[in-house]
C-alpha cells in the first residue's frame, strides 16, 4: 500500500496536476482566496497557515492555468546579426508560477526538483519539436522571471509549533501586480528526507472588479466601439487641451 | 482621498506608476510636436520596459499619438503651419501605399527571412535619411550664417527639378509656398504608406525628409503637416488595433495622452522658436541616435533568445 501510494504521487507530481491527496495529513486556510483587481491593484499577498506532518520541509506553490505562447527564437543571421527567426509555440505553459519554502528547494532532494520551474516546464509541448528544447525552456524561464511571473525561493515559510505530531506552517506569498484574472491554484507540500509525504491543494481565484472589469468587458466584448470611443476621447482631450493653451497665450 | 500612485491597466494586464507614464508621454509628446513625428520608436520600448505586453505598448501607443497630434496639428494650425492639401494629397498616397505595403509584407513573409529585411533596411535608410540630414544642415548653416531664415536655396537644376517642373497638374501650395504637380505627393505619399506598412512604424520619420528634401517644403510647415497626417494614420490603426486583436489599453492611453497632448502644446512652441536648420539637425541627431540603437540591438547578443511575437 505504503509504495503505491509513492508511485502514485511521482507519477502525479510529473504529470503536475496534483488533485489533493492526503488530506487528513495536511491542511491549510489561505487569505484570500480570491483576489480582486481593482483600479490600484498593484500587487498584492496571500496568507497561508496550515498544519503538516512533523518533522516535515514545506513548499507552497502557486500555479495559473496553462496556455499558449506564441514566440519567435533570437539566432544570427549571416553570422553577424541577431534576429527573430523561428516561429515557436508552446503549449501548456503557466501563466504563473510562484514557489516559497521552508528551506531551498536544492535542499528537498529530489522532491525538491520536481517542484523548481524546469521540472514543471518539462511537460509542455513546443512546436516545431527542436533539440535546442533544454535550452528553449531555460531560455522561458528567464522570460517569465524577468517579468517577474516566475518565483522560485518567492517567500520563506515560518514553521511553527508542533502538536501531536503536527506542526503548523505561516507564510506571505507574492503576488505581481503583472497578473491575469483566472483560476489558479494553490498547493502546499510537505517534503520529508527528499520525498513528498503530504499535500493538499486550494482554489484560488483572481477577478476583476469595478473599472478593470468594465473596461475590460467593453474593450473585448465590443472592440469596436472601444476602439472608436478611445479615438474620440483622444482627439477631444487634443482640442482641449490645445484650446486652454490657445487662451493661456492670448492671456498675455 | 489621495489620488493613487499606482492604476491597474486590464488590457495590458499589469499596473503601472501614474507619475512616470504622464512623463513619458509629456517627453515623447514634446518630441512630436517640435518634429512632427509620432513617436513610437521610443514610447514603445519605454513602455516594454514598464512591463506592458509588446503588441499592447504598440497600439496604445497609436491610440496616444491621436491625443497629442490632434493637440500638436492644433498648434501648428494656429501658427500658419499645416498645409491641408498637400497633407490630404499625401494621405491618400499614404492609404494606397498601406495597402500595398501589406501584400508586399505577406510575400516576403512567405519567401521566409523577412524580418531579416526588414530589420537592414530600416537601419540602412534611418543612417541615409539621417545621415543626410545631418551633413546638409550642417553645410546649410555654415554657408548662411548671416541669413536669418531658411530662405528657399536655389539648387541647381537638376533632373530631378526638371522631372518636377515638368509633371502634368500643376498647382500651387500656398502654406508651403511651392508649385509642383498633384502627382508628386500622390507617388510620394504612396512611397512612404508601402515603406511605413513593410517597416511597422507610423512613417514620420520618414515622412519628413521626403517632405523636406522631395517636396521642398520649409521645415515649419514639414511638421505641422505631418502631424496632420499622423493623426488619420493613428485613428485608422487605434480602431483596427481595437477591434481585431484587442489590444488598445485606453487607460493607458489616456494618462498617456495627458501628458503627450501638452507636451506636444510645448513642442510647437520651442520649434517655432528653433529656424529651420538647426529643426533638422535636430532631428537628425535623433534618426541617427535610433538608428545606432537598433544596430546596437542587432550586434549585441540579447540577453534572452526568446521573443514574442505581435510586438514592433
Known sequence: MKLRHLILTTMLIAALCVPAFAQGDMSMQVTPETIKIDTTYNGTTVKVEGQAPEGSQIVLRIVGEAGELHMKRKDKALGLLWMNMDSLTFHGVPVLYIVGSSKPLDELGAAGKELKAESMLNTIEIEPDTAAR???????????????????????VAMGEVKDGMQSFMATLPIPSRLAPGDYKLASIAVKDGQEVAMTEKDLKVELVSTPLFMAKLAFGHGALYGILATIIALVSGLVIGLIFQSKGEAH | MTLPLHLYLPIAGNSVNIAAIFGLGGGVGLLSGIFGVGGGFLMTPLLIMLGIPATVAAASDSNQIVGASTSGTLAHFRLGNVDFKMGFLLLIGGVLGGTVGVQIIK???????????????????????????????????????????????????????????????????????????????????????????????????????????????????????????????????????????????????????????????????????????????LLATLVLVVMGKMLYELIARPDILLAYVGGH
Open chain 1, 134 to 156: 533544454p535550452e528553449l525552456i531555460d531560455q522561458l524561464i528567464k522570460l517569465k522571471t524577468k517579468e517577474r511571473l516566475y518565483q522560485e525561493e518567492a517567500g520563506e
Open chain 2, 107 to 281: 510575400v516576403l513573409r512567405a519567401m521566409g527571412n523577412a524580418d531579416f529585411l526588414i530589420s537592414i533596411t530600416y537601419v540602412l535608410m534611418l543612417g541615409f535619411v539621417g545621415g543626410y540630414m545631418f551633413l546638409e544642415s550642417l553645410q546649410s548653416m555654415r554657408k548662411s550664417k548671416t541669413a536669418e531664415k531658411e530662405a528657399a536655396k536655389p539648387k541647381k537644376e537638376s533632373k530631378y527639378a526638371r522631372m518636377f517642373q515638368a509633371l502634368p497638374w500643376q498647382t500651387d501650395f500656398k502654406r508651403s509656398g511651392v508649385r509642383m504637380s498633384v502627382i508628386m505627393p500622390l507617388a510620394l505619399g504612396t512611397l512612404v504608406g508601402i515603406l511605413a506598412a513593410i517597416m511597422g512604424v507610423g512613417g514620420g520619420f520618414i515622412m519628413v525628409p521626403v517632405m523636406v528634401y522631395l517636396l521642398r517644403m520649409p521645415m515649419h510647415v514639414v511638421v505641422g503637416t505631418s502631424l496632420f497626417q499622423i493623426l488619420f494614420t493613428c485613428i485608422n490603426v487605434t480602431i483596427m488595433q481595437a477591434s481585431q486583436n484587442h489590444t488598445v489599453d485606453f487607460v493607458l492611453a489616456f494618462l498617456l495622452l495627458i501628458g503627450s497632448s501638452i507636451g506636444a502644446q510645448v513642442g510647437a512652441r520651442i520649434g517655432r522658436k528653433l529656424q529651420g536648420d538647426q529643426l533638422k539637425i
